[in-house]
């Protein structure tokens, strides 16, 4: 082996050996040996002890992802009958499969049932240091009951006396859609008292008009709630807009929404959107609606109408995690088709951002006290 003397200001230095490693800390290994070599499950920072504790049986075992039922985010199962007591719930999770809103693609209707089939997500959100399902009392209370598949203005009322019910019982909601639309009944529902801000997270501005005679579309349902009083459009934010449809979106200008545009994230930087949102949105109730086609399609190609240029998962987990302590009450994951997406992937980003919002709800003074 090559030996080299290393010279410094003149001065020999002691002998290496090229390419050997250096000595092993046998110290550090035995203390590592004595601490964690005796069971699998030692947890000793108490931050994560906090969140083993609730994960781990006392023989050491955890649900497998694969088992069970189904659900949204794993949380509990309430099957929602006229008896049922939604007093009990922080959040209920519930999914609005219809998609009659969409102008392009359809197939948003599957989007319930593939976010139920996606596993390993969460249980712990390590940037928000929180275990939602651990520390709220939260349950998915399945889909809204639709009495007609095929009309959209009874889908509608069918909609909004679902969330109704729900807030009436004084749970906060979490959705998951179906197509865009599906978001207008849903802010009626909880704009019915006071107009609520919203933090809208696009590649659309979903402010059109009336399309082929309907207005109630997935490209309008944030037009028709200012209209309705129910959401107030100066406390209104957009986020990541782009595509061609620019021309469709001069109510969001108009009405005083502050609309950013996913070129202008890079110039601006994540901080300053973050900034900007808690600016705008202030210290009000706060819905949050995610649209899955705000991710570039490289990243969640399976929705309705994809536009290159989008975020990335990773800008859209920062932005969404820098809206903590905001006054959520409610919000949406929405647009996930996953007939358009042979990995499976759009339905994974969307599970995702879905356990971002309900991490989010941990810190909301909407929510209420969290679970000891």
Same mark, same amino acid.
């Given at each position: 082996?090559?030996?080299?003397?290393?010279?410094?200001?003149?001065?020999?230095?002691?002998?290496?050996?090229?390419?050997?490693?250096?000595?092993?800390?046998?110290?550090?290994?035995?203390?590592?040996?004595?601490?964690?070599?005796?069971?699998?499950?030692?947890?000793?920072?108490?931050?994560?002890?906090?969140?083993?504790?609730?994960?781990?049986?006392?023989?050491?075992?955890?649900?497998?992802?694969?088992?069970?039922?189904?659900?949204?985010?794993? *949380?509990?199962?309430?099957?929602?009958?006229?008896?049922?007591?939604?007093?009990?719930?922080?959040?209920?999770?519930?999914?609005?499969?219809?998609?009659?809103?969409?102008?392009?693609?359809?197939?948003?209707?599957?989007?319930?049932?593939?976010?139920?089939?996606?596993?390993?997500?969460?249980?712990?959100?390590?940037?928000?240091?929180?275990?939602?399902?651990?520390?709220?009392?939260?349950?998915?209370?399945?889909?809204?009951?639709?009495?007609?598949?095929?009309?959209?203005?009874?889908?509608?009322?069918?909609?909004?006396?679902?969330?109704?019910?729900?807030?009436?019982?004084?749970?906060?909601?979490?959705?998951?859609?179906?197509?865009?639309?599906?978001?207008?009944?849903?802010?009626?529902?909880?704009?019915?008292?006071?107009?609520? *801000?919203?933090?809208?997270?696009?590649?659309?501005?979903?402010?059109?008009?009336?399309?082929?005679?309907?207005?109630?579309?997935?490209?309008?349902?944030?037009?028709?709630?200012?209209?309705?009083?129910?959401?107030?459009?100066?406390?209104?934010?957009?986020?990541?807009?782009?595509?061609?449809?620019?021309?469709?979106?001069?109510?969001?200008?108009?009405?005083?929404?502050?609309?950013?545009?996913?070129?202008?994230?890079?110039?601006?930087?994540?901080? *300053?959107?973050?900034?900007?949102?808690?600016?705008?949105?202030?210290?009000?109730?706060?819905?949050?609606?995610?649209?899955?086609?705000?991710?570039?399609?490289?990243?969640?190609?399976?929705?309705?109408?994809?536009?290159?240029?989008?975020?990335?998962?990773?800008?859209?987990?920062?932005?969404?995690?820098?809206?903590?302590?905001?006054?959520?009450?409610?919000?949406?994951?929405?647009?996930?088709?996953?007939?358009?997406?042979?990995?499976?992937?759009?339905?994974?980003?969307?599970?995702?951002?879905?356990?971002?919002?309900?991490?989010?709800?941990?810190?909301?003074?909407?929510?209420?006290?969290?679970?000891?």
């Amino acid at each position: 082996m090559k030996q080299i003397r290393t010279i410094d200001n003149g001065k020999q230095l002691e002998s290496t050996t090229a390419g050997s490693a250096p000595a092993l800390d046998q110290q550090n290994l035995e203390r590592l040996r004595r601490k964690y070599g005796n069971s699998p499950n030692e947890f000793f920072d108490p931050k994560f002890r906090r969140v083993a504790d609730r994960i781990f049986d006392p023989r050491g075992t955890r649900q497998t992802p694969y088992s069970g039922i189904p659900t949204l985010l794993y *949380a509990p199962y309430l099957k929602l009958t006229p008896e049922t007591d939604l007093s009990q719930l922080q959040v209920a999770l519930t999914g609005v499969p219809m998609d009659l809103g969409v102008t392009n693609r359809a197939g948003a209707r599957f989007g319930p049932r593939a976010l139920r089939n996606i596993e390993r997500i969460g249980p712990y959100n390590h940037v928000l240091d929180c275990m939602p399902l651990g520390e709220l009392k939260v349950a998915d209370i399945g889909d809204v009951p639709f009495r007609s598949r095929f009309d959209m203005k009874s889908c509608h009322e069918d909609i909004e006396a679902h969330f109704s019910h729900i807030l009436d019982a004084g749970a906060k909601t979490l959705a998951v859609g179906g197509d865009h639309s599906v978001t207008y009944p849903i802010l009626r529902a909880h704009g019915r008292k006071d107009p609520v *801000a919203v933090i809208h997270i696009d590649a659309h501005c979903d402010t059109g008009g009336a399309t082929d005679a309907n207005k109630f579309h997935h490209g309008g349902p944030f037009r028709n709630a200012v209209l309705d009083g129910v959401l107030d459009p100066k406390r209104t934010i957009q986020i990541g807009i782009r595509g061609a449809a620019e021309y469709l979106w001069e109510f969001s200008k108009d009405s005083g929404m502050t609309v950013i545009h996913a070129e202008e994230i890079d110039r601006m930087g994540i901080d *300053a959107v973050i900034a900007k949102a808690h600016e705008v949105v202030g210290d009000g109730p706060v819905y949050l609606s995610f649209d899955v086609d705000s991710i570039d399609p490289a990243f969640a190609p399976g929705t309705g109408t994809p536009e290159v240029g989008g975020l990335t998962t990773r800008e859209a987990l920062a932005i969404l995690r820098g809206m903590k302590s905001l006054n959520f009450v409610g919000g949406d994951v929405v647009e996930v088709a996953p007939e358009y997406d042979a990995t499976h992937n759009t339905a994974h980003v969307g599970g995702q951002m879905l356990f971002e919002i309900l991490s989010l709800m941990v810190f909301s003074p909407s929510i209420g006290k969290r679970i000891a």
